[in-house]
DNA sequence: TATTCGCACTTTTTT
DNA sequence: AGTGCGAATA
């Protein structure tokens, strides 16, 4: 067993250690290496094929769930499956639970994707989905469901994910295949082994057999998979079965600066359940890792995409060199958006996946019901795709028919043709003929010997897809063609690389496990973006890691403001995301956070993520940018976040800095401005037209921050004291970021950061200058309408009014959800709208026009 | 039967 | 905000 630390080349070990056993004689076909994703069992494949002179086919190399495929073919029989039988994706399986619930009037009970999770996560385990199930809410529905789904997969000679697994672990109980099974393999290696489940660990203890040459290599500390049934505990386990391994722990990292390891050490250190291991290198020193706390995701975007540029133009780099990690796939369109604007070169890694779009799907479907007629889910899908007029009530008819019969629903489509089905009339009966003969002409293409791609091309031909999506000549339709030919050239690969031998089958199989992530690799220059999970086992040069914003990474579930002591399991998980996250960086980390992100349409107040405070004090430069000045060439703003920012900055108190409507003695201490009978910005500047005083008040003095900023690692709480200090230092950063104080960064020990002497991110302090190039804080008094409401409770427009247009952080009152806070602003005079948070509903979006602010 | 409109759901992470 | 589904309509 090798335990080892990230950057520390456990998968280099693994690689040497296969190299080695074949160079003493063992034979490849008698290795068994399992790795987390194709791309990384590719890329081992690749680097044997170079070390031992010769193409690694032979050698048994692929993740667990295409190993249990390929094993599965040769056994079909023995676990009752085809040997084309189908793979279930998780799109496939929502779609059959959609339907049992439907059928089963379960639709109040419970959603698809509950039901799917509830199945998942016993299966994971390796356990009866009901039984498993017993005691959740869930357990009715589980108990009415699972044995439909079980045999609606049966019916369609098909398994879903887990099924692949948990069947062979079933062939090792069988008589015949059992011990062959056992004794197939002489050595088996695992890497990632922390990210194995249950059901993997049996799977390699099957394997292993008698002869206990097992190789693990693995990093508890980069446990990310928990929700998917990982248990790293799997490591303690291997310690307990093979008690005779030796353990190696490999601690020097050979990836990382010095900075980033101490900055990514100091944040992992702050979980309590793992190995103790210390990581080291020899990379002396490094640019400080940066944090950039902006305004919102787009000014988050912009500043990636710019220090992009200035990466490319100051120090040579190639976006080749550069990553760009998010917490989310919804976070990626934006950063799209400015990386586009700069003309920078990207590729997104995952996301939604090629193989799922509807158009692939589709094929795919056309693809799975000719080589396997009891695909009754692809019959479903494309017996009227595209529209060729069979309706609902005919495939109702069909179902019904063949469910009596226990015949697949293409062989009832025969029947009714052939009239056995009297509520099917000859109208449809003729349309339905139609598409047999579709099916079948494109069964005969495949008897005939054609290739995949050949195929393709006639399911898309004869389908009339392609004639359809021509018609349309929307732009959506002709992306969707080249999404079919992207398919076409994809079979045509695969046609290249089995010799034309491989089936439709094979092919399909491929797809199905093939990964989001699984795209080409590297090469070639762009900028990369994916997820964090998606980066595992990566390096780039450069990393950029945005979102680090509390509830999105550290991600929380929906229903939670806060993570509860009984979250500590969740959190550490997240933590660990963090660093693998930092710890996917050579040379530079760079981290940014945004005061304010919209979730769909709404707008949130964010804070900056708890991670950022474990990482040590002399490893990181920060950098407040204040909100921009307004742009009015642009169109004419209200001094967007300027007041807010008081409220969202402070960085560690709760969601508000302070609640105006929390006149607790502790929120009011708080203040740093203290007036009347509440806080809000209206009482401490009444007419929006003066420099909001906290922001001149220099009673705070500068060397409170960023030096000491965020020093407590525990996080304040809501009552506690010392909110008053940190927000404070929010005060006194606030100011650092406004105009006439220097800004002060972090210089870590010993080395000058290269972060802002070199024009690189530019100088921090010309930053500042010209982000904050106004004289006062703005606040502007735009023509407008003021409304009010008159006595019979109507809303009246005084059409004349000069006044301010409303700002954020403003408290205004609305008609009825009452009193509410301006978190952002869009457009103006008539058109404004706000995004208010009210203390009755929450955060919604309003005409500006229907509030009326409180002054 | 096809089309259109409105509503609900989505966004944690993936083999 | 975008999608997909179901109900209502042509």
């Known amino acids: 067993m090798v335990l080892a630390g990230a950057g520390s080349g456990k998968t280099r070990v693994l690689v040497q250690r296969i190299a080695t056993l074949v160079g003493r004689g063992v034979h490849p076909s008698r290795i068994l290496a399992v790795t987390f994703t194709n791309k990384a069992a590719g890329e081992m494949r690749e680097r044997l094929s170079e070390m031992l002179g010769y193409h690694a086919s032979s050698m048994w190399i692929g993740t667990f769930h295409s190993t249990c495929a390929r094993l599965l073919r040769m056994f079909h029989e023995e676990v009752g499956l085809s040997s084309n039988y189908n793979i279930f994706d998780d799109d496939d399986q929502m779609r059959l639970i959609g339907a049992l619930i439907k059928e089963r009037n379960l639709k109040e009970e419970a959603t698809p994707r509950s039901v799917l999770s509830a199945i998942g996560a016993a299966k994971n385990k390796g356990e009866d989905p009901v039984e498993y199930n017993k005691l959740g809410y869930l357990s009715q529905i589980i108990s009415i469901i699972y044995p439909m789904y079980r045999d609606a997969l049966a019916r369609e000679d098909a398994v879903d994910f887990n099924d692949l697994l948990l069947k062979v672990r079933d062939l090792f109980a069988h008589k015949a295949v059992g011990p062959k099974l056992r004794q197939r393999f002489d050595h088996v290696l695992v890497d990632e082994f922390q990210d194995t489940n249950p059901v993997q660990y049996n799977l390699v203890q099957g394997f292993v057999g008698d002869t206990r040459n097992l190789t693990v290599v693995g990093d508890d500390d980069q446990s990310i998979y928990s929700w998917r049934g990982a248990e790293p505990r799997n490591l303690l386990d291997f310690k307990r079965d093979y008690p005779d391994s030796a353990e190696v722990k490999l601690e020097q990292n050979y990836r990382s600066t010095n900075v980033i390891l101490t900055a990514a050490n100091g944040v992992i250190q702050n979980n309590r359940d793992r190995h103790r291991k210390q990581l080291w290198t020899d990379r002396d020193g490094g640019d400080p890792v940066l944090w950039e706390e902006v305004r919102d995701e787009r000014a988050e975007g912009d500043f990636v995409a710019g220090a992009i540029e200035g990466l490319v133009s100051e120090e040579g780099r190639e976006w080749g060199d550069m990553a760009i990690l998010y917490r989310t796939h919804s976070q990626s369109r934006v950063l799209e958006e400015m990386l586009r604007s700069r003309g920078i070169m990207y590729k997104i890694v995952g996301g939604v996946s090629f193989f799922q779009r509807k158009e692939v799907k589709d094929i795919r479907a056309y693809m799975r019901l000719v080589s396997n007629a009891a695909a009754d889910m692809s019959f479903d899908r494309i017996v009227n795709v595209p529209a060729r007029g069979i309706g609902k009530t005919t495939v109702d008819h069909i179902r019904y028919y063949s ?453």
């Open 403 to 855: 469910r009596g019969k226990r015949i697949s629903y293409l062989a009832g489509a025969r029947d009714a043709v052939r009239g056995e089905i009297p509520e099917v009339r000859a109208a449809a009966r003729k349309k339905l003929q139609k598409f047999l003969e579709i099916i079948d002409g494109l069964a005969a293409v495949k008897k005939a010997g054609a290739s995949v791609a050949e195929f393709l091309i006639q399911v898309v031909e004869r389908s009339t897809y392609r004639e359809r999506l021509e018609k349309e000549g929307t732009p959506d339709a002709s992306e969707r063609l080249n999404n079919l030919a992207e398919l076409v050239s994809m079979a045509s690969d695969f046609d290249d690389e089995t010799d034309g031998e491989g089936s439709l089958a094979e092919f399909e199989e491929r797809i199905s496990l093939a990964s989001a992530a699984d795209g080409e690799d590297g090469k070639g220059s762009a900028v990369t973006m994916m997820t964090v999970h998606a980066a595992k086992g990566l390096e780039y040069p450069i990393v950029f890691v945005v979102g680090m914003e509390d509830g999105l990474f550290p991600s929380i579930r929906e229903n939670r403001d806060v993570f509860e002591p009984e979250d500590r399991k969740d959190l550490e998980e997240e933590r660990r995301l963090a660093y693998v996250a930092f710890t996917r960086a050579m040379d530079r980390l760079v981290l940014t956070s945004a005061r304010v992100r919209r979730k769909w349409a709404e707008v949130k107040i964010a804070k900056p993520s708890r991670f950022l405070q474990e990482i040590p004090e002399d490893c990181l430069a920060i950098r407040i940018v204040p909100d921009p000045a307004p742009d009015t060439s642009f169109r004419r703003r209200p001094a967007r976040g300027r007041s807010r920012s008081r409220y969202s900055n402070d960085g560690y108190s709760d969601t508000y800095a302070a609640d105006p409507y929390d006149s607790s003695p502790t929120s009011r201490s708080a203040r740093a401005a203290p007036s009347s009978s509440y806080e809000n910005p209206s009482d401490l500047d009444p007419d929006h037209t003066r420099i909001d005083p906290t922001y001149s008040d220099h009673s705070y003095p500068d060397h409170n921050y960023p030096d000491h900023s965020y020093p407590d690692h525990n996080y304040p709480d809501h009552n506690s004291p010392d909110r008053t200090s940190t927000h404070q230092r929010a005060q006194s950063s606030r100011r650092l970021g406004g105009r006439s104080a220097t800004p002060k960064r972090h210089k870590p020990s010993g080395r000058q950061a290269s972060f802002g002497q070199q024009s690189l991110f530019g100088d921090i302090d010309d930053e500042f200058d010209q982000r904050s190039g106004y004289e006062e804080f703005p606040t502007y008094t735009v023509e407008g309408e003021i409304a009010y409401e008159s006595g019979d409770g109507e809303y009246q427009f005084d059409q004349s009014a000069e006044f301010v247009e409303i700002c954020a952080g403003t408290t205004v009152r609305h008609k009825s959800f009452g009193l509410g806070r301006v978190l952002t602003s869009q457009g103006h005079g008539k058109n404004q709208k706000l995004a208010i948070d009210f203390s009755t509903v929450g955060v919604k979006t309003v005409m500006a026009r229907f509030v009326d602010p409180v002054f």
